[in-house]
């Protein structure tokens, strides 16, 4: 991507995040089958306010496009309507629709009136065509808006905790080597295929989000099991008694609108590998790893929007962090690799 993401080593990173997390606590540990969840509270809210994506797209402060008529399989086109707030992209969502589903390669907090390209990966393999033609699509008063067959919806997914760790595993190995934002996009594309046999999903696209609703009522017992609570910015997650990831927001207004969304990231693979084990979730572990994150390697790159983009690493384990005016936005961390191929 033509984008400057100077990269400079960060030897204040760790610090940055070890302060943020200072008044974070841990809530009680909600259990479902071979799943664990330590809600993180927190009542002090620093940093820059913002929209989440699915607020925006909902009051039409949001456009999300193909960069061209003929696309770009690795970019999209972000344009922010209002002229008064922020809107936070996260890590990992999804949104479907133009020449195919894409998700985002890392978490962006896009400026007021802004309009920018964002670093994307295919999630559906199969599909590299509009769904309606221009004159299929009706605009406003019965005529037709030319471009409305470019635009995108929230597909109210998050990727998978296995794709998104390996994801941005990959994404910061660009940024390392070529100050690029990219993918492996073919690791994508075969994780994204395990998932579907593993799960027996069929879809003749190759679409993530058909993983999904394949296991729609197995995942709203999930969901059921482990609902927000008061006071919630972000949750340190268990499978099969392992530490699986964890993720912070600033503000618990975004915090609750994302709940489901990464809930359902870790449910799903969650539904992939479950399996006896030794080790046991506590409120203890959860906060242990929480405090861990922050003495992580850390190395800083400028955002694709506001503020710099932290690319975290420690053995197998990886992460990032959107810090926007010295503040953490956004912070997500991931165990090693869990699950059995």
């Known amino acids: 991507m033509g984008m400057s993401a100077k990269k400079k080593f960060n030897n204040g990173a760790a610090e940055l995040l070890g302060q943020s997390f200072t008044n974070i606590k841990a809530g009680s540990l909600q259990g479902y089958l071979n799943l664990a969840v330590t809600p993180l509270l927190a009542k002090k809210e620093k940093g820059p306010d913002y929209l989440t994506m699915t607020e925006a797209l909902e009051g039409d402060l949001l456009e999300v496009t193909e960069i061209s008529e003929g696309g770009s399989v690795p970019n999209l086109c972000v344009s922010n309507k209002s002229v008064t707030d922020n809107i936070l992209l996260l890590d990992g969502e999804e949104l479907k629709g133009a020449k195919q589903n894409r998700a985002l390669n890392t978490t962006i907090l896009v400026g007021a009136s802004t309009e920018i390209v964002v670093p994307v990966s295919c999630t559906e393999r199969g599909r590299w065509s509009y769904k309606k033609s221009i004159h299929d699509v009706g605009g406003p008063h019965g005529g037709h808006n030319p471009n ?26 660009s940024l390392e080597h070529s100050n690029s934002y990219a993918s492996d996009q073919g690791e994508v594309w075969n994780e994204i295929s395990k998932m579907q046999q593993n799960l027996h999903a069929h879809s003749h696209t190759g679409a993530m989000s058909d993983s999904y609703e394949a296991r729609r009522r197995e995942l709203g ?85 506001l503020g710099d983009d932290l690319r975290l690493a420690k053995g197998e384990s990886n992460g990032t962090a959107l810090v926007v005016d010295q503040e953490v936005v956004h912070s997500v961390a991931f165990g090693p690799e869990l699950l059995r191929n």
Request: net charge positive; hydrophobic share 35%; charged share 35%.
């Open 148 to 173: 409305e067959h470019m635009k995108f919806m929230d597909s109210e997914k998050i990727m998978s905790r296995e794709i998104r760790r390996k994801r941005a595993k990959s994404v910061s190995e």
């Open 221 to 305: 017992e999930y969901l059921k099991a482990f609902p927000l609570v008061k006071g919630q910015r972000g949750c340190v997650v268990f499978l099969n008694g392992r530490i699986a990831g964890c993720e912070i927001l600033s503000r618990e207004k975004a915090y609750a609108r994302l709940h489901n969304k990464i809930i359902e990231s870790y449910a799903i693979d969650a539904l992939r590998d479950r399996r006896p084990t030794t080790e046991f979730p506590t409120k203890k572990r959860a906060m242990s790893f929480v405090r861990e994150v922050a003495t992580w390697d850390a190395s800083k790159f400028k955002s694709v929007g």
